[in-house]
């Protein structure tokens, strides 16, 4: 049977780690960190859906003289933040908990704002990319801290490479921007 979450009121439902019986990974870490690491990273895993989605529409939206470096800079972004979707859903997986489920799930969690304009200025685009991608980074090691503190280091390895790579994303797009101000 197949339901539909209707209200965002749901989410705190749908991230609360506790998977149904048959799904339960067994795991040493105890249904405290199992819940605590879930609801730090299923979070992530929305924003990460969310920040693809906004990464590669300004990706197909690009427009300008720069419009060749932005528009593979972006492509390149994307495929980056795509790829820690997967890893971080399954690490959720492994420690026992329930991951993101639907669009809707997503839309639950998720604390990137969506953009829904029809053009965008490249260094507007820039801007609010370096922005989501430091509260990515701030987000990530708050998750950090709860895999620490839950003595989950394998969450915690794969979150430290993808801060690496989120502030490098920040770092290009800062310089980026720096070029399109001069």
């Known amino acids: 049977m197949v339901t539909t979450l209707q209200k965002p009121a749901d989410a705190a439902k749908l991230n609360s780690g506790k998977p149904p019986r048959q799904l339960n990974v067994p795991n040493d870490l105890g249904a405290k960190a199992t819940q605590e690491i879930t609801e730090a990273i299923n979070p992530l895993v929305a924003d990460a859906f969310a920040l693809y989605i906004k990464t590669k529409n300004y990706h197909w939206h690009m427009s300008g003289s720069h419009f060749r470096d932005y528009h593979l800079l972006l492509d390149e972004h994307a495929e980056q933040i795509f790829a820690t979707i997967d890893v971080l859903a399954e690490r ?15 839309a639950a969690l998720q604390t990137v704002k969506d953009s829904n304009e029809e053009f965008v200025a490249p260094i507007d685009i820039l801007n609010d990319l370096i922005g989501e991608n430091k509260n990515m ?20 390895s794969f979150l430290e490479v993808f801060i690496d790579e989120t502030e490098r994303r920040t770092w290009f797009l800062f310089e980026a921007a720096q070029r399109d101000a001069d």
Request: proline letters at 0%.
């Open 92 to 106: 959720v997986r492994k420690v026992g908990g329930s991951t993101i489920r639907s669009v809707s799930h997503i």
């Open 137 to 156: 980074a701030a987000n990530m090691r708050k998750a950090h801290e709860v895999c620490d503190d839950n003595k989950d280091v394998a969450t915690a």
